[in-house]
T-cell receptor
C-alpha cells in the first residue's frame, strides 16, 4: 500500500500571505490528523477530520483551518502567516476508529520570511 | 492536565551498548501509547502500539513495555542505523478523536 503523501514538500512564504497544504491518506483510511512540529514546542495537534467532518481541534488560532474531501484527501490552510508559523506540518492517517495507530506522511516544511 | 515526559533528552551510545528510554505520562485515562522513530527532515515512522499495563512488543533490537504510569523502549545491541529521535505519544481516553499527545523525544546517537 502506498503511504501518506503530502504536497508540497517545501514552501517559502512571506508574512501576511496564506498557504494551503495537501495530504492524501493511505488507501482505505478515513481519518486525517494534522500536526505542527517545531524545535521549541515539539509535535502539537492541530485538528482531525473523518468523513469530511472535523471531529477534534487543538489549541491553535482560527487562522489555521482545514477540510476533508469525499475521497478522504485533506487540506489545511493558514491565513495571514506569521514568522512563528514556520514549522514542519505533518499529516497522519488512520482507519478512523479509536485506539488506532496513526501513520505519518513526510511533512511539508514551511518557512515564513 | 495531560502530560507526556520523555527522558533522557539525548543519549549517546557505542555500537552494542544496550540502553533504555523512558516515557512517563499523566492522563485521566489511556486509550493507547505509541512509539515512533523520526529521522531528520522526515515524518515519524511507526514502531509500536501498547494498550494495557503489562503489554510488551518487540521488533528486531527494540522492545517496548508499558506500566500504568510509564513506558520503556529498550534498545539491545544498537547499531549506527538506530540513530534517530524516538517519540512517545499517548491517546487520552477523553477528547481522543485523532489526537495524540507527544513527548519531546529522545535523540539517540549510536557511534561505531
Amino acid at each position: 500500500k502506498a503511504g501518506v503523501t503530502q504536497t508540497p514538500r517545501y514552501l517559502i512564504k512571506t508574512r501576511g500571505q496564506q498557504v494551503t497544504l495537501s495530504c492524501s491518506p493511505i488507501s482505505g483510511h478515513r481519518s486525517v490528523s494534522w500536526y505542527q512540529q517545531t524545535p521549541g514546542q515539539g509535535l502539537q495537534f492541530l485538528f482531525e477530520y473523518f468523513s469530511e467532518t472535523q471531529r477534534n481541534k487543538g489549541n491553535f488560532p482560527g487562522r489555521f483551518s482545514g477540510r476533508q474531501f469525499s475521497n478522504s484527501r485533506s487540506e489545511m490552510n493558514v491565513s495571514t502567516l506569521e514568522l512563528g508559523d514556520s514549522a514542519l506540518y505533518l499529516c497522519a492517517s488512520s482507519p478512523g476508529r479509536t485506539q488506532e495507530t496513526q501513520y505519518f506522511g513526510p511533512g511539508t516544511r514551511l518557512l515564513v520570511l | 492536565e495531560d502530560q507526556v515526559t520523555q527522558s533522557p533528552e539525548a543519549l549517546r551510545l557505542q555500537e552494542g551498548e544496550s540502553s533504555s528510554l523512558n516515557c512517563s505520562y499523566t492522563v485521566s485515562g489511556l486509550r493507547g501509547l505509541f512509539w515512533y522513530r523520526q529521522d531528520p527532515g522526515k515524518g515519524p515512522e511507526f514502531l509500536f502500539t501498547l494498550y494495557s499495563a503489562g503489554e510488551e512488543k518487540e521488533k528486531e533490537r527494540l522492545k517496548a513495555t508499558l506500566t500504568k504510569k510509564e513506558s520503556f523502549l529498550h534498545i539491545t545491541a544498537p547499531k549506527p542505523e538506530d540513530s534517530a529521535t524516538y517519540l512517545c505519544a499517548v491517546q487520552p481516553i477523553t477528547d481522543s478523536w485523532g489526537k495524540f499527545q507527544f513527548g519531546a523525544g529522545t535523540q539517540v546517537v549510536v557511534t561505531p
